[in-house]
């Protein structure tokens, strides 16, 4: 709730998406763009990357890992959104 309930607009930039894979294991990594709250409740552009790892499992294809990181930005004071 500290996060996703203060974002808006979060998406995966696909046309800039890696991906491989090899045998029964794909990954992704990707970048990512959002917006996020400031204490004054207004939004900020936030970016990011995502890695993720896949395992196929069963003939389903599962996400058996996941990080997101994000772009260090300016220092906003009493930041709404942590992450």
């Known amino acids: 709730q500290n996060i ?5 607009s979060f998406h ?3 046309d800039e998406a890696h991906i ?3 045998d029964d294991l794909a990954w992704i990594a990707s970048p990512w763009l959002s917006q ?3 204490e004054r409740g207004n939004w900020y552009d936030r970016h990011g990357r995502c890695t993720l790892v ?3 499992q069963g003939g389903k294809w599962l996400c058996v890992h996941s990080h997101f990181s994000r772009q260090p930005t300016p220092q906003l004071r009493g930041s709404a959104t942590p992450a």
């Open 4 to 8: 996703w309930g203060c974002t808006r």
């Open 12 to 14: 995966f930039i696909d």
């Open 20 to 22: 491989d894979s090899h």
């Open 36 to 38: 996020g709250r400031d």
């Open 54 to 56: 896949l395992a196929r």
